[in-house]
């Protein structure tokens, strides 16, 4: 059984900072990019930041020099550091992370149960 918990997500203030996590658990080999997305009520699902695996690093226009993405790949953990949060950070955020199955061997792509972030005025 692989999963992916998310866990930080909560309610701050504008101009405030967050910091999510996501660890990925269960039986697989290996794990190759990892990133966030966010889904705001009535809008799709976007990305947010993606990480790879040497840690090469991609950001969406809208959170780049606010947000920072990170991977722990010894904890099988992935980190977003939201600074200077706007109102429209606001948003259901999920992690996601390309695994390799041990079972399969293949790769599959997974998602977590995503973690409400709500910025307040």
């Known amino acids: 059984q692989v999963q992916l918990v998310e866990s930080g997500g909560g309610l701050v203030q504008a101009g405030g900072s967050l910091r999510l996590s996501c660890a990925a658990s269960?039986?697989?080999?290996?794990?190759?990019?990892m990133g966030w997305y966010r889904q705001a009520p009535g809008k799709q699902r976007e990305l947010v930041a993606t990480?790879?695996?040497?840690?090469?690093?991609n950001y969406a226009d809208s959170v780049q020099g606010r947000f920072i993405i990170s991977r722990d790949n010894a904890k099988n953990t992935v980190y977003l550091q939201m600074n200077s949060l706007k109102l429209e950070d606001t948003a259901v955020y999920y992690c996601?992370?390309?695994?390799?199955?041990?079972?399969?061997?293949?790769?599959?792509?997974?998602w977590g149960q995503g973690t409400q972030v709500t910025v307040s005025s």
């Open positions: 996601n992370a390309d695994l390799y199955l041990i079972a399969t061997m293949k790769f599959h792509d997974y």
């Open positions: 990480i790879t695996n040497y840690g090469t690093a």
């Open positions: 269960g039986s697989f080999f290996s794990i190759n990019t």
